[in-house]
Nanobody, 115 residues
């Protein structure tokens, strides 16, 4: 079992930056994939970025070049650095952890980008 706690969301102006953190209740060393998803009102939840245990990453096309995902196994934490934010990035951002047999979700943190 893993509990995930997101933090770092808030209100920011367009072109600003935020860093989201996802703290896990136990070691993430053995967790295959950690990811960030987002869901805007009236839209489906979508993958923003993911990072695997060996460090490979993938990003949604809409955030490539602006967002960076990273993981600190020693701190059991995954980060999402978001730069050059746009109003269309406004959403609730969720942390996700996936092993071979289970998936866990955090409660989410709201990111609002004003124009």
């Amino acid at each position: 079992q893993v509990q995930l706690m997101e933090s770092g969301g808030g209100l920011v102006q367009a072109e600003g930056s935020l860093r989201l953190s996802c703290a896990a209740s136990r070691s993430i060393f053995s967790i295959n994939v950690m990811g960030w998803y987002r869901q805007a009102p009236g839209k489906q939840r979508e993958l923003v970025a993911a990072i695997r245990s060996k460090g490979s990453t993938n990003y949604a096309d809409s955030v490539k070049g602006r967002f960076t995902i990273s993981r600190d196994n020693a701190k059991n934490t995954v980060y999402l650095q978001m730069n050059s934010l746009k109003p269309e990035d406004t959403a609730k951002y969720y942390c996700n952890a996936a092993s071979t047999s289970s998936i866990w979700w955090g409660q989410g943190t709201q990111v609002t980008v004003s124009s």
